[in-house]
């Protein structure tokens, strides 16, 4: 879970709340594998994801981005799957569930990034601007 100059978006907060995502998978990774730590790493995880969300959310709006639905779709996606492989973790918390679960959510992140996110970039900073959003 490292972080790779190709997730980069040029939006200093985006590119920060996208590299503290990559944080706390990276903590998951490397901690000890108890099923209550665990847990309450996913749940850190959601929290900040939802709050992430919300901003993208709100910098789309304001720029009216006519893909504004699409991303909305995606994060409700990510946030079923969050809370299925939660699920999934307090009914077995081999260390192997937890390699699947952090290779998911990576692989589901990276590629919402390098997509998705990347795609409304231009369109919400020539309308408000990076600097606007705060
Ligand atoms: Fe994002
Ligand atoms: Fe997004």
């Known amino acids: 879970m490292e972080w790779n100059i190709n997730y980069e978006m040029g939006h200093p907060r985006l590119d920060a709340e996208h590299r503290t995502l990559f944080q706390v998978l990276a903590t998951l990774s490397r901690g000890y594998c108890d099923r209550d730590l665990v847990d309450t790493q996913i749940k850190i995880l959601e929290h900040y994801v939802a ?12 720029a009216a981005y006519p893909g504004i639905d699409g991303q909305r779709a995606l ?3 990510f946030h079923a799957t969050v809370a299925r492989l939660r699920a999934h973790w307090r009914q077995d918390d081999a260390p192997g569930v937890r390699r699947e ?3 998911e959510l990576s692989d589901w992140l990276t590629r919402h990034i ?5 795609a409304y970039l231009p369109r ?3 309308k408000s601007g990076p600097s606007s959003v705060g």
């Open 51 to 62: 709050a992430h969300f919300a901003l993208e959310e709100r910098m789309m709006e304001e």
């Open 75 to 77: 994060h409700a996606e």
């Open 101 to 103: 679960i952090i290779a």
């Open 114 to 118: 390098i997509g998705a996110d990347h």
């Open 124 to 126: 919400v900073t020539t």
